[in-house]
Nanobody, 123 residues
Framework: VQLVESGGGSVQAGGSLRLSCAAS????????MGWFRQAPGKEREGVAI???????VYADSVKGRFTISKDNAKDTMDLQMNNLEPEDTAMYYCAADCQYGATTTLRRPLLTWWGQGTQVTVS
């Protein structure tokens, strides 16, 4: 089981980035997955969760700016990030197999599998 993130980088405030998570070693079509982030000195926080059903939940701080999507045929999950703010600067992680429902998982990031992360820096 492997999750590999890509798409991070440096961008000016107001800009956009698209993160991708490539999954392998498991059938992810029915699995709850999500994006999380951790800034230096802060706890890891949930950004967006997508259920196996396709239902999504977002952290209040990114609603209206970020969009999570999943391609079950390709076993990939993306996070489109628009209107980025300096406060969005963090290491972003994708994860799969939520131990709880989506809303709870945003607050309690208990998932089975995690990627290594990709850095997003907004200046």
């Amino acid at each position: 089981v492997q999750l590999v993130e890509s798409g991070g980088g440096s961008v000016q405030a107001g800009g956009s980035l698209r993160l991708s998570c490539a999954a392998s070693g498991y059938t992810y079509s029915s699995v709850c997955m999500g994006w999380f982030r951790q800034a230096p000195g802060k706890e890891r926080e949930g950004v967006a969760i997508i259920e196996g059903s396709g239902d999504v939940v977002y952290a209040d701080s990114v609603k209206g700016r970020f969009t999570i999507s999943k391609d079950n045929a390709k076993d990939t999950m993306d996070l489109q990030m628009n209107n980025l703010e300096p406060e969005d600067t963090a290491m972003y992680y994708c994860a799969a197999d939520c131990q709880y429902g989506a809303t709870t998982t945003l607050r309690r990031p208990l998932l089975t599998w995690w990627g290594q992360g990709t850095q997003v820096t907004v200046s």
